[in-house]
């Protein structure tokens, strides 16, 4: 089964993740929620929570198909973190 990595963090664009997140699973995808923490539970633009699956620091780039970032003011921080970025490279 082919897993995706998705980013949350507060302030993200909720339909950006679950949409994308939940066709993924229909799709047949594992998808991996990572937020700064693992267990976590962020809230989205529009008050939407979601709750991290892992830390983004203990996940590697070569156990993903691909990976989603959803929009909102969260990727304008995560485009800060050296780890967020080596990942998406």
């Known amino acids: 089964m082919p897993r995706t990595l ?3 963090g507060d302030i993200y664009e909720d339909l950006e993740l679950w949409y994308p997140k939940l066709r993924l699973i229909e799709a047949g995808f594992d998808v991996v ?17 979601c709750k991290s699956d892992a830390s983004y ?8 198909a691909g990976v989603v970032v959803p929009g909102g003011f ?3 921080k995560l485009r800060r973190d050296a780890k967020v970025l080596q990942l998406v490279k």
């Open 6 to 8: 998705m980013f949350t």
């Open 33 to 49: 929620v990572a937020g700064e923490k693992a267990n976590t539970v962020y809230s989205g633009k529009h008050s939407y929570p």
């Open 57 to 64: 620091n203990d996940v590697d780039a070569k156990d993903f």
């Open 74 to 76: 969260m990727p304008d």
